[in-house]
């Protein structure tokens, strides 16, 4: 059983910071991670996601070169720093984990388990 540990949320200004944290719990394997968001009444989109080593990064176009993810392996962990924030950034966002290579790696079918998500809020 695995339990994502996510924290690192809050509420920041245009062009502010924030990192965001997520600790797999629980599982022994190195798997695909991913950070996906989801805004209200919107679906829940791939914002980055992580090969199981760290080799491979991929990211959605509307963060590309103001975010990045990273990972540790022990312990078992996925971070996305966030820099430049925007208002249209305003999402919950999710962490998740992909028990086989996923061929989409920004593609929500392709993940397994998931945080309960936390709030990033950026104001104009």
């Known amino acids: 059983q695995v339990h994502l540990v996510e924290s690192g949320g809050g509420s920041v200004q245009t062009g502010g910071s924030l990192r965001l944290s997520c600790e797999a719990v629980?599982?022994?394997?190195?798997?695909?991670m991913g950070w996906f968001r989801q805004a209200p009444g919107e679906e829940r989109v791939g914002v980055a996601s992580?090969?199981?080593?760290?080799?491979?990064?991929f990211y959605a176009d509307s963060v590309k070169g103001r975010f990045t993810i990273s990972r540790t392996n022990a312990p078992k962990a996925v971070f996305l720093q966030m820099n430049d924030l925007r208002p249209e950034d305003t999402a919950i966002y999710y962490c998740?984990?992909?028990?086989?290579?996923?061929?989409?790696?920004?593609?929500?079918?392709?993940?397994?388990?998931w945080g309960q998500g936390t709030q990033v809020t950026v104001s104009s």
């Open positions: 998740a984990l992909a028990r086989t290579e996923p061929r989409t790696p920004l593609g929500a079918d392709a993940y397994h388990d």
């Open positions: 629980g599982q022994g394997y190195n798997y695909y």
């Open positions: 992580i090969s199981s080593h760290g080799t491979r990064t």
